[in-house]
């Protein structure tokens, strides 16, 4: 990860109080507001930030993968959805489905996926700062502060920091 990444994330965890005070703040705010809000920030984030310089995300989380992106992701390597699962994932303490390991299995050495057309419907959204009724996910948009520098950028400006 890049090392000015590398900081937003560190900042992040050193801010998470006042990151929980700013989901709170945003919780009591009209839902359209909210919404504008971290879209703009989202767009002014990701002009500063390239995935491919970074893959936090790919190399320290796994998403929830649905039986649809596991049918997806099996036909994409032309294998069963069931020796798909067998080698690639395993069910968490909550019954869903994750990869058995981190980094990715998937997450080339280059940042690259090598199954980027056929990933995860989570994969695709992440970090889900861009998603409408952005307010109904604040307390996932704190806890991908401390993953994702792009969401700890639009946090940063939103309590006036960057």
């Given at each position: 990860?890049?090392?000015?990444?590398?900081e937003?994330?560190?900042?992040?965890?050193?801010s998470?109080?006042?990151?929980?005070?700013?989901?709170?703040?945003?919780?009591?705010?009209?839902?359209?507001?909210?919404?504008?809000?971290?879209?703009?920030?989202?767009?002014?984030?990701?002009?500063?930030?390239?995935?491919?310089?970074?893959?936090?995300?790919?190399?320290?989380?796994?998403?929830?993968?649905?039986?649809?992106?596991l049918?997806?992701?099996?036909?994409?390597?032309?294998?069963?959805?069931?020796?798909?699962?067998?080698?690639?994932?395993?069910?968490?303490?909550?019954?869903?489905?994750?990869?058995?390991?981190?980094?990715?299995p998937?997450?080339?050495?280059?940042?690259?996926?090598?199954?980027?057309?056929?990933?995860?419907?989570?994969?695709?959204?992440?970090?889900?700062?861009?998603?409408?009724?952005a307010?109904q996910?604040?307390?996932?948009?704190?806890?991908?502060?401390?993953?994702?520098?792009?969401?700890?950028?639009?946090?940063?400006?939103?309590?006036?920091?960057?």
């Amino acid at each position: 990860m890049k090392e000015e990444y590398a900081e937003l994330v560190a900042w992040a965890k050193q801010s998470k109080k006042e990151i929980k005070k700013e989901v709170k703040n945003l919780k009591r705010k009209k839902e359209k507001e909210v919404e504008g809000l971290i879209h703009e920030l989202h767009d002014e984030a990701f002009e500063k930030i390239d995935c491919l310089e970074c893959a936090n995300c790919c190399s320290t989380t796994s998403p929830i993968i649905t039986y649809s992106d596991l049918k997806r992701m099996a036909k994409g390597l032309g294998r069963k959805p069931g020796d798909v699962f067998e080698e690639y994932l395993r069910e968490d303490s909550d019954g869903d489905m994750v990869f058995k390991t981190a980094p990715c299995p998937f997450l080339g050495a280059d940042k690259y996926c090598s199954i980027y057309e056929d990933r995860p419907k989570a994969c695709r959204e992440y970090p889900h700062t861009d998603r409408r009724k952005a307010q109904q996910i604040v307390d996932l948009h704190e806890k991908n502060t401390r993953v994702c520098p792009a969401v700890a950028s639009v946090f940063k400006s939103l309590l006036g920091e960057d």
